[in-house]
T-cell receptor, first 114, second 112 residues
Framework: QQQVKQSPQSLIVQKGGISIINCAYE??????FPWYQQFPGKGPALLIAIRPDVSEKKEGRFTISFNKSAKQFSLHIMDSQPGDSATYFCAASGSGGSNYKLTFGKGTLLTVNP | DADVTQTPRNRITKTGKRIMLECSQT?????MYWYRQDPGLGLQLIYYSFDVKDINKGEISDGYSVSRQAQAKFSLSLESAIPNQTALYFC???????????FGPGTRLLVL
């Protein structure tokens, strides 16, 4: 049972455009929703994260939008740059004890053309 | 120096061979994890350890075993490697009170 569904699998955007990646979750006990960025040959690294007490979090060109009632969250990359080309993973976890484990989506390969 | 290191970075082995992947961290974190990454499948948790005496199975532990030799070291073993264990393997660490996981650079394993 896949608890975090991510779409699209791949995305091609022109430089300066907006990249949008969506995730949906099933477990209502989840209360932490990070996005990880992975460049080729590297391990994933935390990009930005949100908790369900807010509907949006922005860090520079990266924004997470969160819809608790729909159990969905999305990553928006404004003014996308070729250097943003990477694989992006959404994830989710609960808090406390073993619930700190992260459940990952399957990833989105983003290509930003110059 | 990298906070989370993995050795080897690349490994080719044959079916039936025993192989060990090693992970070391200098972040002082209690929690360590082993993930497997396959194209299109994301990151799947193999085993995790919340302290030296605590080892837990993840989603896909069959065919794998682990050893937590010290707070800083967590090893993954394939007792008898098979071709469908060909994948990219990542070690990660986290602090006991924070969810952020810090990943190593990965080990690319090919089982012939």
């Amino acid at each position: 049972q896949q608890q975090v569904k991510q779409s699209p699998q791949s995305l091609i955007v022109q430089k300066g455009g907006i990249s949008i990646i969506n995730c949906a979750y099933e477990n209502t006990a989840f209360d932490y929703f990070p996005w990880y960025q992975q460049f080729p040959g590297k391990g994933p690294a935390l990009l930005i994260a949100i908790r369900p007490d807010v509907s949006e979090k922005k860090e520079g060109r990266f924004t997470i939008s969160f819809n608790k009632s729909a159990k969905q969250f999305s990553l928006h990359i404004m003014d996308s740059q070729p250097g943003d080309s990477a694989t992006y993973f959404c994830a989710a976890s609960g808090s406390g004890g073993s619930n700190y484990k992260l459940t990952f989506g399957k990833g989105t390969l983003l290509t930003v053309n110059p | 120096d990298a906070d989370v290191t993995q050795t080897p970075r690349n490994r080719i082995t044959k079916t039936g061979k025993r192989i060990m992947l090693e992970c070391s961290q200098t972040k002082g974190h209690d929690r360590m994890y082993w993930y497997r990454q396959d194209p299109g499948l994301g990151l799947q948790l193999i085993y995790y350890s919340f302290d030296v005496k605590d080892i837990n199975k993840g989603e896909i532990s069959d065919g794998y075993s682990v050893s937590r030799q010290a707070q800083a070291k967590f090893s993954l073993s394939l007792e008898s490697a098979i071709p469908n264990q060909t994948a990219l393997y990542f070690c990660a660490t986290s602090d006991a009170h924070r969810e952020t996981q810090y990943f190593g650079p990965g080990t690319r394993l090919l089982v012939l």
